[in-house]
């Protein structure tokens, strides 16, 4: 089975800063790794993820991602954050040959200041 | 496109009442999944289907069953519901291994 931790409930940070969201995973077998965004009274949608290659994965709105076996991680990050990033982020795991089950972390609520 | 539908958008239910939650995908993906997102816990998997015909427990299934009489519709159904079922319920679907999950824009439950 597959767990999923993402350790900072809240991140807060200023425009134009740069932000870490964190996430660790726990699973006996090779993984795909996704991360999600949910914006204010909205359903879930697609940031990146990793299923196999390069373990730097570029998303959409600028975002990007690390898979580090070793550390069991796949940190998000993003150089510059606007307001609009703004949102809550929830890293997700599967099981790479049984992926019946994605297993979503408890969220990190990312919010920008001007 | 509309993508995934969910019915209703929101809806306040007496406990004890049954209720199902609809879904509805037109992408005809193989794969669907209900979710519920509840403060401070995320998402947790309620029930899945890989195909038609078929479906399978996730993390939290007690109080809820589905059904998957075809590609494109998957309903939650509570059978007398309770207050802790009070939360977000999402439905998704994917069309293959690996590949994104979509998801419905979510059902509001609120059981009094």
């Known amino acids: 089975a597959q767990s999923v931790t993402q350790l900072d409930s809240q991140v807060p940070v200023f425009e134009e800063a740069p932000v870490e969201l964190r996430c660790n995973y726990s699973?006996?077998?090779?993984?795909?790794l996704f991360w999600y965004v949910q914006y204010p009274n909205q359903g879930l949608q697609l940031l990146l993820k990793y299923l196999s290659g390069s373990t730097l994965v570029k998303g959409i709105n600028g975002f990007e991602a690390e898979f580090n076996k070793s550390q069991t991680s796949f940190h998000l990050r993003k150089p510059s954050v606007h307001i609009s990033d703004t949102a809550e982020y929830f890293c997700a795991v599967t099981g790479a040959y049984n992926t019946d089950k994605l297993i979503f972390g408890t969220g990190t609520r990312l919010q920008v200041f001007p | 496109i509309a993508g995934i539908t969910q019915a209703p958008t929101s809806q306040i239910l007496a406990a004890g009442r049954r209720m199902t939650l609809r879904c509805t995908q037109d992408?005809?993906?193989?794969?669907m999944y209900w979710y519920r997102q509840d403060l401070g816990l995320g998402l947790r998997l309620i029930h899945y289907s890989n195909t038609a015909g078929t479906t399978g427990k996730g993390e939290v299934p007690d109080g809820y069953s589905v059904s998957r009489a075809n590609t494109d519709d998957f309903p939650l159904t509570l059978a007398s519901a309770v207050p802790s079922q009070t939360s977000v319920y999402f439905c998704a679907s994917s069309d293959s291994v690996g590949n994104t999950i979509y998801f419905g824009e979510g059902s509001w439950l609120t059981v009094v």
């Open positions: 699973s006996s077998v090779s993984v795909y």
């Open positions: 992408m005809r993906h193989n794969a």
